[in-house]
């Protein structure tokens, strides 16, 4: 299994950004998509996941990101609106199934003025 993130960038307080993370290799509904970030000097902490129709957030981000996938695309994907400096960081996906874990490269995501 393979992943490839992206959909990072530079991005003004309050604006939106939309990362994408491409599966390649196995793509089941049943598979759980994770989205982790780690911000200059702190830990990586996860953010938000996606379970058949379960999702779940970091306090944090709820009610401003929405985690999502799309099967035909074999794609998962993280909303991020109303974005604040505090979300600046690199933003990974990991794909997990049974014992399996698969991380994809991180996209930095920047919020500044």
């Known amino acids: 299994v393979q992943l490839q993130a992206s959909g990072g960038g530079l991005v003004q307080p309050g604006g939106s950004l939309r990362l994408s993370c491409a599966v390649v290799?196995?793509?089941?509904?049943?598979?759980?998509i994770e989205w982790a970030r780690q911000a200059p000097g702190k830990e990586r902490e996860w953010v938000a996941s996606i379970k058949s129709d379960q999702t779940s957030y970091l306090d944090a981000v709820k009610g401003r990101f929405i985690i999502s996938r799309d099967s035909a695309k074999n794609t998962g994907y993280l909303q991020m609106n109303s974005l604040k400096p505090e979300d600046t960081a690199v933003y990974y996906c990991?794909?997990?199934?049974?014992?399996?874990?698969?991380w994809g490269q991180g996209t930095q995501v920047t919020v500044s003025s």
């Open positions: 990991k794909y997990s199934y049974g014992l399996y874990d698969y």
């Open positions: 290799g196995r793509f089941s509904s049943a598979d759980t």
